[in-house]
């Protein structure tokens, strides 16, 4: 069965130091991919999407992830945190009219 | 712009009675989506509308949860004989295509649920 997996439910970053949320996907064929943001009493917004075009994608607030189909991974990046990006972050898959979410991992900054 | 909106933002209902959630999306967004997100989980799909027609409810848990959107605008997620189980968090989205999941989907801040 298709499944997203996020590797870490916590992840604490300092302010300035780079960023990794880790998502796997299990899948027979290349999904659509997506990352969401959710901060806390707001709804869920959309960072950035892979749909079978450039490997590497570039979302808002200086995000991006890297598809990489022989580890079927789609982890999320950022060169340097703020603030601003703590809140709790989705790795979502959409494959043969199912759209899956990860389980979510939540991201601390430290300042 | 508005975005989605949803009502009531909190509801609290005993064990047994009907609760109607409501999900107002981004005036002429043609897909609607519903999702249940219990407490420590990511969102579970539900149901998803295109215009008035309701063209997929396979995530639909019973068959106490039932989904309407009449005018392809509004819509309403209904549960009879609330359970405890039912306790979640109800997020609605919507998005501008048809393709749903391959345009962005704009969510709510979603009602929790709790059944007590």
């Known amino acids: 069965a298709q499944s997203v997996t996020q590797l870490d439910s916590h992840v604490s970053v300092s302010e300035g130091t780079p960023v990794l949320l880790r998502c796997n996907y299990s899948s027979s064929y290349s999904p659509s991919l997506f990352w969401y943001v959710q901060h806390p009493n707001k709804g869920l917004q959309l960072l950035l999407k892979y749909t079978s075009a450039a490997t590497l994608v570039k979302g808002i607030n200086g995000f991006e992830a890297e598809f990489k189909k022989s580890e079927t991974s789609f982890h999320l990046t950022k060169p340097s945190a703020h603030m601003s990006d703590a809140a709790e972050y989705f790795c979502?898959?959409?494959?043969?009219?199912?759209?899956?979410f990860g389980k979510g991992t939540r991201l601390h900054i430290l300042p | 712009g508005a975005g989605v909106s949803q009502s009531p933002r909190y509801k609290v209902a005993k064990r047994g009675q009907d609760v109607a959630l409501r999900c107002d999306p981004i005036s002429g967004h043609v897909s609607l989506f519903w999702y249940q997100q219990a407490l420590g989980q990511g969102p579970e799909f539900l149901t998803y509308f295109q215009n008035e027609a309701q063209l997929d409810k396979s995530g639909l848990p019973s068959d106490r949860f039932f989904a309407e959107r009449p005018e392809g605008s509004v819509s309403t997620l209904k549960i009879q004989r609330t359970q405890q189980e039912d306790s979640a968090v109800y997020l609605c989205a919507s998005s501008p295509g048809t393709s749903g999941v391959y345009y962005e989907q704009y969510f709510g801040p979603g009602t929790r649920l709790t059944v007590t």
């Open positions: 979502v898959a959409y494959q043969g009219g199912k759209i899956i």
